[in-house]
């Protein structure tokens, strides 16, 4: 599980750094093609950690209900995302992280409630939704450096060691 973590961690400073690099107005910017931006996917992850882990195992989220309700699936941005809010995500995403490790210590997820994802993978305990949130979290990172492939012509990306941008 330990590895797992450091995967989750990982992408997620990767995305933290993605976002470091980009104006506020392209966090929020929806290019043509695609159906949300930068923002709103950082976001997603960060909430649907909560999702997946929390409400499925009958638990109260460690997120305020305000971020669950602009972020969570079948959600899209509805207005600008300001600066303020991206630091409050930011910080959730790790420290979220870190409640859940302490919470699996303590043995909360019990109560693990069974579902099938949209992808059709079954979910039926708290391993399975740390494992596939870790996917999930990935599969948004690439979300996002697609829709920052859009402004690569204008930024320099050098310092991405690990994220290309190539075509």
Known sequence: MNKLFDIIYTGRNNFVKLIDRLSIEQLNEIPKGFNNNI????????????????????????????????????????????GSEIATLKECAFSLIDQLKKDLEEDKFAGYIT??????????????????????DTLHLGYAMAIARHFSAQNNFSNFQHIKFSN
């Open 115 to 136: 579902f099938a994802t949209q992808f059709g993978v079954e979910l039926t305990c708290i391993n399975d939704a740390i494992a596939y949130f870790a996917t999930h």
């Open 39 to 82: 923002a709103w996917n950082f976001g997603h992850i960060v909430v649907s950690q909560q999702t997946l882990c929390y409400v499925r195992a009958g638990l109260t989220p460690h997120i305020d209900e305000y971020f669950v309700n602009r972020y969570q699936k079948g959600t899209k941005p509805e207005s600008f995302i300001a």
